[in-house]
């Protein structure tokens, strides 16, 4: 069974940037596609970013187009999100997984976006 740890969110000021990490152990992490999610409080989780297995195809929400690169690195088995040209609006906890079917979802990083 996958196991996944994000790491990376915190306090920024709008206008500022984070780079979130997702590190995976357990399995082949190279063999699937993998996705960011994130959750903000009230709300439904949504999913933030794709990218596939060898990172040739990359899928973003609309509302962080631009501004969100995914990566990964499949070596260290670590998905990456840079996010940059944060606003008050992406405020949320952070998630990575596979689409479908899930691995047990981590405990997420908090990222708050705040003046």
């Known amino acids: 069974q996958v196991q996944l740890v994000e790491s990376g969110g915190g306090l920024v000021q709008p206008g500022g940037s984070l780079r979130l990490s997702c590190a995976a152990s357990?399995?082949?992490?190279?063999?699937?596609?993998m996705s960011w999610y994130r959750q903000a409080p009230g709300k439904e989780r949504e999913l933030v970013a794709t990218?596939?297995?060898?990172?040739?195809?990359?899928k973003y929400a609309d509302s962080v187009k631009g501004r969100f690169t995914i990566s990964r690195d499949n070596a260290k088995n670590t998905v990456y999100l840079q996010m940059d040209s944060l606003n008050p609006e992406d405020t949320a906890v952070y998630y990575c997984?596979?689409?479908?079917?899930?691995?047990?979802w981590g405990q997420g990083t908090q990222v708050t976006v705040s003046s």
């Open positions: 997984n596979r689409i479908w079917p899930p691995f047990s």
């Open positions: 990218i596939t297995r060898t990172g040739d195809f990359l």
């Open positions: 357990g399995s082949t992490f190279s063999g699937y596609d």
